[in-house]
T-cell receptor
Framework: ETGVTQSPTHLIKTRGQQVTLRCSSQSGHNTVSWYQQALGQGPQFIFQYYREEENGRGNFPPRFSGLQFPNYSSELNVNALELDDSALYLC????????????FGSGTRLTVV | DAKTTQPPSMDCAEGRAANLPCNHSTISGNEYVYWYRQIHSQGPQYIIHGLKNNETNEMASLIITEDRKSSTLILPHATLRDTAVYYCIVIISGTSYGKLTFGQGTILTVHP
């Protein structure tokens, strides 16, 4: 079985620009979550998607948005990038209703300059 | 979700058991204890989880106290590759609202 894959692995953007990060869930998983991890900190929950709808959101502004597609892959979009958005963005998937943990991807390192 | 408390750092000699404690005194009856670890520059990795019984898998053992207010993750024979940040997380499992709240975790350093 394949794990969670994220693209790109690294990205540099300019303040004010928009960015789209992509995630392919592990086979058989129907739920995907996104996390932001600043340097030296634990991951912070951004939001979660189940059956193509957002069903949980952390303390992030509306310029952070996402999509989940019928094949359970997902996108994270961030508009009007700020310097503080520089972080590692992690995608995680699981099978809702199943009693096991989330599988995380290796993340996308976003640098805003 | 219940809050967890972990020591900021621990050391362990290679080949010895690493015992990582976690306090979760406000845990409720339907909340599970999950452990993840994050090796430098990688995404977190699921290790093990439990409700009230002790659990063991190929990676580790999880010991949960009878009152469920604390738990210990045991790596029976630590290797250098086990050097990582270990996170203890309490969450209602099996739901679609699976927000994982990561604290600062415990930095485990395994020495040769």
């Amino acid at each position: 079985e394949t794990g969670v894959t994220q693209s790109p692995t690294h990205l540099i953007k300019t303040r004010g620009q928009q960015v789209t990060l992509r995630c392919s869930s592990q086979s058989g998983h129907n739920t995907v979550s996104w996390y932001q991890q600043a340097l030296g900190q634990g991951p912070q929950f951004i939001f979660q998607y189940y059956r193509e709808e957002e069903n949980g959101r952390g303390n992030f502004p509306p310029r952070f948005s996402g999509l989940q597609f019928p094949n359970y892959s997902s996108e994270l979009n961030v508009n009007a990038l700020e310097l503080d958005d520089s972080a590692l963005y992690l995608c995680a998937s699981t099978q809702t209703g199943a009693n096991y943990g989330y599988t995380f991807g290796s993340g996308t390192r976003l640098t805003v300059v | 979700d219940a809050k967890t408390t972990q020591p900021p750092s621990m050391d362990c000699a290679e080949g010895r058991a690493a015992n990582l404690p976690c306090n979760h005194s406000t845990i409720s009856g339907n909340e599970y204890v999950y452990w993840y670890r994050q090796i430098h520059s990688q995404g977190p990795q699921y290790i093990i989880h439990g409700l009230k019984n002790n659990e063991t898998n190929e990676m580790a053992s999880l010991i949960i106290t009878e009152d469920r207010k604390s738990s210990t993750l045991i790596l029976p024979h630590a290797t250098l590759r086990d050097t990582a940040v270990y996170y203890c997380i309490v969450i209602i499992s099996g739901t679609s609202y699976g927000k994982l709240t990561f604290g600062q975790g415990t930095i485990l350093t395994v020495h040769p």
